[in-house]
């Protein structure tokens, strides 16, 4: 195991390494100027030319680079040309809203796996609601975001669509409004911050839920033949008692591998959901910071996102390992 | 739920499992087929009854009908009766079923290596068999005879070997104390001397508990040892019933008579082919108002063709024989002309094959923190020699290193130590245990030989002529060459992979375990076919096998192997006779015998 975890942070850093430098090299390739920018666009070309020799964009792009990376040692990521503000003070305030919607998505996403593994094997004749299933996970995600604000916000007003939280003045300890509400002895604030995020979550989960529900289908169909299987129904065990302890853990490998490849997609998926439904978060922020050629708050959201993404797939393959001991790590 | 159960544990008196006038109907494919038919029997309690017949009998089905596990997927159609310790559970409703495989019936089955769930220790698959109790498992699991029961109880299945796991796959069944146990083909995937051990352990374990065995095997010899009656399968009806030793020495359905013939021990003539069953007919007949076996059926009449013959009182034995010429059936034997015994073989000073100091190890158990593991030695410098148009047999438990030592003459594994020297250039041919896999599903038969023919289109006049050769040689019918492998049986995949072996003839064939999954009427026909082969190509051939007998029927020579060393080496019939080392010694002894007792 420690080696193991040895191994991931050293994969981790190298991978971060390469990614920043991918973005990073962007920069000299786009026509955007992040000095004109900056300067503004009516500022005299001196002003202009002054900004720039004063961010070190005439430097070569590799000496730019390790300047970039010296910062970043030191948790600073640059100033949004946009905000104005550093760009690890940006990601600090929207990070939390995307990490509650992201995990909500992740969880409802695997709740509705779970779903459709039960009618499948536990449920004859609901092959009807399966298809239904994969048919709104498979629309496109802005579609399905669109589909879903338009019925249940607009035309229902079932839920709300837009924005993260009715009281705006509320700030909790951690950022997380959900707990947050707890933590702070005010229920119904967990409550509005769970029924805002219903239909983005929901938006986003349907995908993650179609890709892993499929995987676990598959691979339950293949466990559930397995002679261990005929042996635990031999014992004279419920049917849900045999899916659940000898067949969900047999099949969990493929399921868990398939939620780690939907992992990068939740976050692209995430610009396009936070664009959506208002919600102010790492997605909102990357889609502005992009229409404004803002690449130092693109090149931090990209180092948090991967960050983000190694953390959740070692913890993937973690759960992989526990769930079949045979998996060394 | 409780008063069923409060039922289910009262004591039986008189039969335990009464089937009366059982048929299953299963859907593949949506084609409908009956697979069991009219079946009655009757089981008391301590009794073991063996149920015996070929591959696609009904065997497994009877057995899998009787626990309700049925695959759902073919849509099963059961009817009749099914009296479980007085409940009917034929047309029964899901929970009975559940509580009836909680509490009455119990299995055990041919694969202890896929049994188990992989990913839960043995112990939580334990206590989900009998629930709470957890004293007990410790017990049980050293009244199996398991060392060290608290280690095994604790650990994963892929721990232990295929014998403990068998052993564990019986504690668990046997701790629910049912009336009934299932066991199929329990020993089929061990060696002799485990196959010893668990028939041993099944009979004890039938009389203290007095649970009634029914023992699914295709092996006669093996029923012979273990069971009280026997109930002869064949295409889902039973043919013949009595008690087991009548039907051995008495064999009234020309069928019986046919897998008592068919089957080989140590004492079989080893000079001539084996006799095997005659294969099934091209033309197909309505069975429904016919003998099913009359068109395999050596003495079969007219008649045989015109009524179904009804389960009567056999004159010979006690027993039951549903046969319509039945005294006929005593003629067999003695009309069996002897065939002609095998001309003799050349055996040239060439070597055709030479291994010299093999040794090889296995990485094992967890990673060190530079991701090394320790290693584990599979072979120890072994020294073998196959001559030119020679046929060494290596035999061996589970895990002694055979399959290793083939791959290695084979160029699939390289050795560590030691040299391997072949006579010729040319790759040899491997024929794997399981035929239907070592075939490409989707291309055909002919395209799977020609693929050996270098420089040569199997599309090709010449080709398909050469392909059509090969599949001659092995005797398959030449209108195979386009059909795929699924619409072959496992006879014919395995007279297909012959062929695609020998269509270029190699100096030295290599087959690992090529009859162990098949019944005994296959499994001589593999083993004639193989030896014709060897002689009529002058090929040298390794012959990797845990069965002795058919070592000593195909081999010149006989080699044992024992954890990875090679303990002997000698002609087969003097290692039979005057085994050297203790292993071969407890190998000769553990081999089953028709008589009662068993053994030598």
Redesign the interface.
């Known amino acids: 195991m ?2 193991y975890l040895t191994k991931s942070i050293v994969g981790a850093v190298v991978v971060l390494l390469v990614m920043s430098f991918i973005v990073f090299g962007l920069q000299s390739i786009i026509p955007a100027d992040p000095a004109r920018a900056i300067a503004g666009p009516s500022a005299p070309p001196e002003a202009v030319e002054a900004m720039r020799e004063h961010l070190g964009l005439d430097d070569p792009v590799l000496v730019q680079y390790g300047r970039f990376l010296l910062r970043l040692a030191h948790a600073d990521l640059g100033t949004s040309v946009r905000t104005r503000k550093p760009v690890s003070d940006d990601i600090r305030q929207y990070l939390p809203a995307t990490l509650e919607l992201g995990l909500a998505s992740i969880a409802l996403g695997v709740a509705l796996a779970g779903v459709m593994a039960a009618l499948q094997f536990l449920i004859p004749g609901s092959g009807g609601i399966r298809f239904a299933i994969v048919g709104i996970g498979s629309t496109p995600i802005f579609l399905a975001a669109l589909l879903l604000a338009y019925f249940f916000w607009f035309r229902l007003d079932w839920l709300p669509g837009a924005g993260r939280l009715a009281y705006r003045d509320f700030a909790g300890p951690s950022g997380l409004n959900v707990i947050d509400g707890i933590l702070v002895g005010r229920p119904e604030v967990s409550l509005d911050a769970l029924l805002h995020m219903t239909l983005p979550a929901l938006a986003l989960a349907l995908p993650i839920g179609v890709a892993v529900g499929r995987s676990l289908n598959g691979a339950l169909h293949e466990v559930m033949r ?3 299987i ?9 049917e849900t008692k045999v899916l659940l ?2 067949g969900l ?2 099949a969990a490998t493929a399921p868990l591998s398939m939620l780690r490849l939907q992992i990068p997609i939740l976050f692209g998926n995430l610009l396009v959901v936070e664009r959506i439904f208002g919600w102010p978060g790492l997605g909102l922020y990357t889609v502005q910071a992009l229409a404004s050629a803002d690449l130092p708050a693109v090149l931090g959201v990209a180092i948090v996102f991967g960050m983000l993404y190694i953390l959740v797939s070692t913890l993937i393959e973690i759960g992989q390992s526990v ?4 998996i ?1 790590l | 739920m409780v008063k069923l159960s409060h039922r289910m544990s009262e004591p039986v008196t008189g039969s335990v499992l009464a089937v009366k006038d059982l048929s299953v109907i299963l859907s593949r494919e949506g084609r409908p087929s009956r697979v069991l038919d009219g079946i009655s029997f009757d089981m008391f309690p301590g009794e073991i009854i063996a149920l015996v017949g070929e591959s696609g009998s009904g065997k497994t089905s009877i057995g899998l009908t009787l ?1 309700g ?1 049925l695959p759902r997927e073919y849509l099963p159609q059961v009817a009749g009766s099914i009296r479980l310790a007085g409940i009917e559970l034929v047309g029964a409703g899901r929970r009975t079923w ?6 009455l019936v ?2 055990i ?1 041919q ?1 202890p290596m ?7 220790t043995i112990r939580r ?1 334990m206590q ?2 009998k629930g709470g109790d957890d004293r007990s498992i410790g017990d049980w699991l050293s009244r199996t005879g398991l060392p060290d029961p608290e280690r095994i109880a604790d650990a ?1 299945p ?1 721990r232990l070997s295929a014998g403990q796991r068998q052993r564990v ?1 019986i504690a ?2 046997m701790m ?1 104390r049912p009336k009934l146990l299932i066991a199929d083909e329990p020993t089929t995937a061990l060696d002799v001397i485990m196959q010893a051990q668990i028939l041993d352990l099944l009979r004890d374990l039938a009389r203290d508990q007095q649970t009634a065995i029914l023992f699914v095997t295709h092996d006669l010899t093996v029923a012979a040892s273990l069971a009280d009656r026997v109930l002869v399968l064949y295409a889902g009806r039973i043919v013949e019933m009595g008690r087991m030793q009548d039907v051995a020495r008495n064999a009234t359905h020309p069928y019986s008579a046919g897998l008592l013939a068919a089957r080989f021990d140590l004492d079989s003539d080893r000079r001539r082919p084996l006799p095997t069953l005659p294969s099934e007919r091209t033309h197909s007949i309505n069975v429904e108002n016919a003998c099913a076996y009359a068109t395999r059926c050596p003495i079969a009449q007219p008649d045989c063709t015109a009524i179904r013959p009804p389960l009567e009182p056999a004159s010979v034995h006690g027993g039951a024989v549903a046969c319509l010429h039945h005294e006929q059936t005593a003629f067999l034997a003695t009309q069996r002309a002897d065939a002609k015994p095998w001309p003799a073989q050349a055996i040239q000073e060439t070597a055709a094959l030479r291994l010299s100091n093999i040794g090889k190890t296995y990485p094992t158990g ?2 060190s ?1 530079w ?1 090394r593991r320790q290693r584990q030695p599979v072979l120890r410098s072994v020294n073998l020699s196959i001559k030119l148009g020679e046929c060494v047999a290596l035999v061996g438990a589970s895990g002694a290193g055979k399959s290793t030592l083939l791959r290695i003459a084979a160029g699939l594994v390289v050795p560590e130590g030691g040299t391997v020297t072949r006579f010729d250039k040319l790759p040899p041919q491997v024929v794997f245990q399981d035929p239907v896999a070592s075939l490409t599903p989707w291309l055909t038969i002919g395209e799977q030989i020609g693929e050996r023919l270098r420089a040569v289109s199997p599309d090709s006049d010449y080709g398909r002529r050469r392909v059509g050769e090969a599949i001659k040689l092995v005797g398959l019918d030449p209108v195979l060459m386009d059909a795929l492998p699924a619409e072959m049986s496992v006879g014919q995949c395995q007279r297909a992979v012959l062929a695609r072996a020998v269509i270029v003839p190699p100096r030295l064939l290599l087959c690992d375990e090529p009859i162990s999954a098949m019944d005994v009427s296959l499994a001589a026909t593999t083993l004639n076919l193989l030896s014709d082969l060897r002689r009529r190509l002058g090929m040298a051939m390794l012959f990797v096998t845990h069965d002795l007998a058919a070592a000593r029927i195909i081999a010149d020579r006989i080699a044992v192997l024992k954890d990875g060393e090679l303990v002997e080496i000698a002609d087969p019939d003097a290692i039979i006779a005057a085994p050297q080392s203790s292993y071969t010694r407890s190998l000769v002894a553990a081999m089953p015998s028709l008589q009662p007792g068993g053994g030598r």
């Open positions: 420690l080696v397995q002679p261990y005929r042996t635990a129904r031999g014992k004279g065990i419920s302890r000898h853990r047999n769930a079949d001991s045979r060394n | 626990q596990l559940q509580s009836a495989r909680r509490h119990r299995a089955s694969d896929g049994a188990l769930n992989p990913t839960m698959q989900e068999s994963l892929h796959l668990m069944a629910a967890a990673r923190f991701g």
